[in-house]
Each structure stands twice: as C-alpha cells, then as structure tokens.
C-alpha cells in the first residue's frame, strides 16, 4: 500500500522552541494530509487538515498559532510547534490519502516529541 | 460523521478467531465502515473498510450486518503480533477523508 513517512521519529527540545516535523506520501500525490495528537493511554484526536496551497482548517480548540501547519507540496506537509511546553509532549501522527472519495488514509510512523 | 461504540478491551487465544464487535446505529446510507489498529507507539495502519457488502482482504474480513448498524471485524488466526488497539470508524466518502477516532478495543492475543 501507499507509504506515508515522517520525520523525525523522536524529538527532545527545550521549553520556549520551536520543533517542525514532516510528513511526506512517498508514492502518490496527497492534496490533503491531517495531523493528530496521542497522549498515553488515549485515543487519537485530529488537529488539523492540511490543504495543498491554501491555509489548513483547524479543529476546535486547537491553536493554529501554536500549531504552524504549511503544505507546500503534493508530497510534504509541515507542523511546527512553536514555543514548545512541556504540556506539548506528545505523539503527533500524520496522515495522507489518495485522493478519492472512499479510499483508504496511510498514516506516518509517529514523532514523539517531548519539551523539557 | 456518525459514532461507534467498541468494547474497551478483549483478550483471544493465540490460533483462534479474533470477533471484534461494533456498533454504529446512527450511520446513514453514504457512511463507510473503516477498521484501523495501532500497536503500541507506531502510526495506525490500514486493514479493511466496507459499505454494505462483506469485505475480505488478506488481513481480516468485515461483516456488516443488514441493517447496517453494527459490524464485526473478524481476523481468522489471531498472533501475538495481533496485540493492538482496534479503532472502528464512520465516515463519509464526501467529507474530505478526515477520520474520528474513537476509543477503539484493545485486543491482547495470549499465547
């Protein structure tokens, strides 16, 4: 199936930085990639859709200033966390699909990222 | 999108059948079932989705009941490498490919 890669895996940083993490589809053109966060023990909640060309749509709640998103491309969609804290320890999780209208999204490895 | 409604958790036999339930009352006629799993700390992975028909792939089958309002996936030989959470999800083929996870099940295959 089709891959979905992100990078990087693991992130330490420090409080009051900035992290960008990358999510790339490896083998088809996505116009549309959607990020999520993981805290332990629970289930995935979506942040944001992000658009090729055009700004991303946030879910409630999410603070789109915080949570920088930019889709350049077909293949590469970006999320900076901006001012890290250490309540933004978590794992961020990207996903992309084919475009059409019931097939199936792939989702990246994960980046687990934690603010000391 | 409409909800679903999975056991939290469900133990199954190494070998045996693994019959993880769902329930979805409130899906309407355009809404997909999707099934994704997650083992620990990894991304969520692809294993079948349907509308109405039974579905088989080479990972498991989807039976959805007539009425549409439940399904259960089924993965014929459980391993221990099955151990993960199970997420069933509803979703619109028009609505822009976002899917809600829910609180899925968490299948522990024991040997």
């Known amino acids: 199936g089709a891959v979905v890669s992100q990078h990087p895996s693991r992130v330490i940083c420090k409080s009051g930085t900035s992290v960008k993490i990358e999510c790339r589809s490896l083998?088809?053109?996505?116009?549309?990639m959607f990020w999520y966060r993981q805290f332990p023990k629970q289930s995935l909640m979506l942040m944001a859709t992000s658009n090729e060309g055009s700004k991303a749509t946030y879910e409630q709640g999410v603070e789109k200033d915080k949570f920088l998103i930019n889709h350049a491309s077909l293949t590469l969609s970006t999320l900076t966390v901006t001012s890290a804290h250490p309540e933004d320890s978590s794992f961020y999780i990207c996903?992309?699909?084919?475009?059409?209208?019931?097939?199936?999204?792939?989702f990246g490895q994960g980046t687990r990222l934690t603010v000391v | 999108d409409a909800k679903t409604t999975q056991p939290p958790s469900m133990d199954c036999a190494e070998g045996r059948a693994a019959n993880l339930p769902c329930n979805h009352s409130?899906?309407?006629?355009?809404?997909?079932v999707y099934w994704y799993r997650q083992i620990h700390s990894q991304g969520p992975q692809y294993i079948i989705h349907?509308?109405?028909n039974n579905e088989t792939n080479e990972m498991a089958s989807l039976i959805i009941t007539e009425d549409r309002k439940s399904s259960t996936l089924i993965l014929p030989h459980a391993t221990l490498r099955d151990t993960a959470v199970y997420y069933c999800i509803v979703r619109s083929g028009n609505q822009g490919g976002k899917l809600i996870f829910g609180q899925g099940t968490e299948l522990s295959v024991k040997p």
């Open positions: 349907g509308l109405k």
């Open positions: 996903s992309a699909r084919d475009p059409g209208s019931n097939s199936e999204a792939f």
């Open positions: 409130t899906i309407s006629g355009n809404e997909y």
């Open positions: 083998d088809f053109q996505a116009t549309t």
